[in-house]
């Protein structure tokens, strides 16, 4: 029973963060579709800032890793720890990527108009990312501290 809480706590932190990663990155790919039939000398800045969302993805990813190295012994013995972090950095990531996303979408479509706010938009964009590095921190913290 432990070793099936352990790696399903492993499977949401990789699984709910790629998911954040994919739905964050449509919804700002989505604005910058409709944007680029408006505006489409812009296409780098809508590529930049649909891409933002993805990094969620990769950090749901490290700490997978991370924990991939500290071997099966060490996950199935911290089995709760291991779903509790693993729920908690999935979910964290998760929303975190849909929200950059459309903090991206919202800046792509002011570009897109005419608006200089590529700087700005990549700014507010970092305030949900600044919580999916916390979980990230978070997730990687048991594995230097037990």
Request: proline share 3%; with cysteine; net charge neutral.
């Amino acid at each position: 029973m432990n070793a099936i809480l352990a790696y399903l706590g492993w499977a949401l932190m990789l699984g709910l963060s790629g998911i954040g990663s994919s739905y964050g990155t449509s919804i700002a790919a989505n604005a910058a579709e409709g944007a680029l039939k408006k505006n489409p000398e812009k296409s780098s800045s809508y590529l930049i800032l649909s891409a933002m969302p993805a990094t969620q993805g990769l950090y749901g990813f490290v700490a997978f890793l991370m924990w991939l190295l500290q071997g099966t012994e060490w996950i199935i013995a911290n089995a709760q720890l291991c779903f509790g972090v693993g729920l908690l950095v999935g979910v964290t990531c998760m929303i975190s990527a849909i929200r950059q996303g459309q903090v991206c979408a919202n800046g792509i479509i002011g570009i897109s108009q005419g608006h200089d706010v590529q700087t700005n938009t990549m700014i507010y964009a970092a305030f949900p990312e600044f919580y999916a590095i916390l979980a990230l921190v978070g997730a990687l913290m048991p594995i230097f501290l037990l």
